[in-house]
């Protein structure tokens, strides 16, 4: 069976590993770690295709520990217990390293079969998994591993990938390769960070390309028809989902309508537009409030046209929406004033509602006390009275502090006009 190119070319060194600087640049901790010898219980994070799997086979290959591999998404808790019956054995008399990839797929069970061993130092654990680890993984295994964070390789480097890779199929397949100008950059580029998904693309690219006498030519068309949309990362259930959110979030907040602009996008071209219109309907709530009360009508009536319409169309109300809200004014005193309510109801014993704001309308509700000495502001100039609203243990809270926007502010001039108050 032919071996997969990426493979094939995958580095047998860290000093060969494109990208992760931030982890492997001479000095840098995991980098020292390695050089030591002396390696702890670890654990890989990060999209795949980036060098995880790499890092941690070269580790395993430079120790003279009993190497055993494992992947979670078929590894079962006797093939766990087969691993740790070599503990204490002759085979194992050095310690033995497990590499255990995609983590995140094994039960609760699974991994706490695992706790004893990488805690004595029995086992060493090297995981790799591509989901938030503080998410999917058993907080007893996270508390005794440290985690490090791949992140997705830049073009540039994954450009040497790509130049190395057609090399080496230039070698194996004794045959010229052509690469038109720009099929270096496009791949790099198409890949979203992912080294293994850009090498696999120029291995395709040589089996899809045109031959001829003089060897095989790879065009811009025909890696453009292999890489079509591979530059999105995206999954819907994970951290790229959050991410992108959340910094949809933070542009509008910071009134950047630009990077707004940018992170819908991203939304869209996903087609996950559900996850879009919730988050914009609550941005109009929470980082626009009462500054501009009517921006979440607007942003309803954008929504409401977008799931009517559906993709493409749909980006046209939605990036109206999205244009509106960061270019709107902001105040967050909406949400911080619910949030104060909830903390003290959920935490204080505020006491009894006042009697005379319970309801009345029941034969026997007089003779309780209740609803009595209760005075309707509709009988009093500018429809306002001053009377105790919250119960006595807490009758002097605040929750709501007007926002300094001109909206708010004209409120708060109002409110000082009918109650008399002067702050």
Avoid: W
Avoid at 312 to 338: F, M
């Amino acid at each position: 069976m032919s071996i997969p190119l990426a493979d094939r070319i995958r580095p047998l060194s860290i000093d060969y590993v494109v990208g992760q600087e931030h982890l492997l640049s001479n000095g840098k901790a995991l980098r020292r770690i390695i050089e030591s010898g002396n390696i702890p219980n670890m654990i890989f994070y990060g999209p795949s295709g980036i060098g995880k799997t790499t890092v941690a086979r070269i580790i395993a290959e430079n120790t003279n520990r009993q190497l055993y591999k494992l992947n979670g998404t078929s590894a079962s808790v006797s093939d766990i217990k087969s691993i740790i019956s070599e503990v204490n054995t002759f085979s194992g008399h050095n310690g033995i390293l497990l590499y255990l990839d995609e983590i995140q797929y094994l039960n609760k069970k699974q991994q706490q079969s695992l706790l004893e061993y990488i805690e004595n130092g029995q086992i060493t654990l090297i995981a790799s998994t591509t989901e938030n680890p503080y998410f999917s993984i058993f907080n007893a295994v996270i508390s005794r591993c440290t985690v490090f964070e791949f992140k997705p390789v830049s073009s540039n480097h994954i450009m040497k990938a790509v130049e190395r890779a057609f090399t080496l199929l230039e070698e194996d397949m004794n045959t010229r390769i052509g690469i038109e100008d720009g099929v270096y950059e496009y791949i790099a580029v198409g890949c979203g960070g992912d080294v293994r998904k850009a090498i696999n693309t120029v291995e395709l690219s040589v089996i899809s390309g045109d031959i001829s006498v003089d060897g095989i030519k790879v065009t811009l068309d025909i890696v453009k028809s292999l890489t079509q949309r591979s530059n999105m990362r995206y999954d819907r259930d994970g951290d790229q989902h959050y991410d992108i959110l959340s910094a949809l979030q933070k542009s509008i907040r910071g009134s950047d309508e630009n990077a707004a602009l940018h992170y819908m996008s991203r939304l869209i071209e996903a087609g996950d537009i559900i996850s879009l219109c919730r988050r914009l309907l609550v941005i109009s709530s929470e980082d626009i409030g009462l500054a501009y009360p009517q921006a979440i009508s607007v942003v309803k009536a954008c929504v409401d046209s977008a799931l009517q319409l559906g993709l493409p169309e749909a980006r046209i109300p939605l990036a109206q929406a999205v244009i509106l809200l960061s270019t709107a004014p902001k105040s967050n005193s909406v949400v911080c004033a619910i949030d104060l309510a909830l903390e003290d109801v959920r935490n204080l014993d505020y006491g009894e509602i006042p009697s005379f704001l319970k309801d009345g309308h029941y034969s026997g509700a007089s003779s309780l006390g209740n609803a009595q000495g209760y005075l309707y502001p509709h009988n009093y100039p500018n429809g306002y009275i001053k009377q105790q609203y919250l119960p006595d243990n807490i009758k002097e809270k605040k929750y709501y502090f007007f926002g300094d926007n001109k909206q708010e502010q004209l409120a708060f001039v109002y409110r000082q006009k009918i109650t008399g108050e002067k702050k």
